[in-house]
């Protein structure tokens, strides 16, 4: 069980870095982009790389960001109740959540699936095959499908999720 509470550990964590190095490739398309725009020169698809890598920066971030306490929950409500019925919500909210995840994973998949199939590329001066940025959309709603999963478990087998709570990260939203 270690090893798995490991791994998953690592997967959460090596999501979130890939959605910051992520955050560093759009502000490199960018600079290179005013570059090329100050010396005259055109860098086609720019724009839609930073697009790109935004959507990758997004969705990889979203089992990290959950992980950490960066989603938005209605811990009023849940701060407000008893242990029994906080434990009830807790699981029908991780549940729901698991639920819709897996559910948007699924399809997505078969989304780039078919992109994948027909050979759909891009409109724009980049023509990149679509597959291989939407790809992204499946790896990253996996993990949080997996991470919502395991908060649930968690939830069932031990009365409380893994979220910690960062109050530096707390603090600036208040």
């Known amino acids: 069980m270690k090893t798995l509470r490991r ?15 992520c955050l560093v490739a759009i502000l490199a398309l960018i600079v290179a982009q005013m ?15 930073a697009g790109y890598a935004m959507a990758a ?3 990889l971030a979203f089992a990290n960001a959950l992980n950490r306490g960066a989603h938005i929950r209605v811990s009023v409500l849940l701060n407000a ?3 029994g019925p906080k434990r009830l919500l ?15 994973t699924y399809y997505a998949y078969w989304f780039v699936y078919w992109s994948w199939k027909f050979n759909e590329v891009s409109q724009a001066q980049d023509a990149i095959q ?11 709603g996996g993990i949080l499908a997996i991470a919502l999963t395991d908060n649930l478990v968690h939830v069932i087998f031990n009365g409380s999720h893994r979220i910690t709570r960062d109050l530096v990260d707390q603090s600036f939203g208040e």
């Open 7 to 21: 791994f998953l550990d690592f997967l959460y964590l090596a999501s979130g870095v890939l959605a910051a190095v």
């Open 35 to 49: 570059v090329a725009r100050w010396t005259g020169e055109i860098f086609p698809g720019a724009a839609q790389y």
């Open 57 to 59: 920066a997004s969705f």
């Open 81 to 83: 109740l008893p242990a």
């Open 90 to 104: 807790e699981i029908w909210c991780f549940g729901l959540g698991a639920a819709i995840a897996w559910y948007f």
């Open 130 to 140: 679509l597959w291989i940025p939407q790809s992204v959309m499946v790896v990253g």
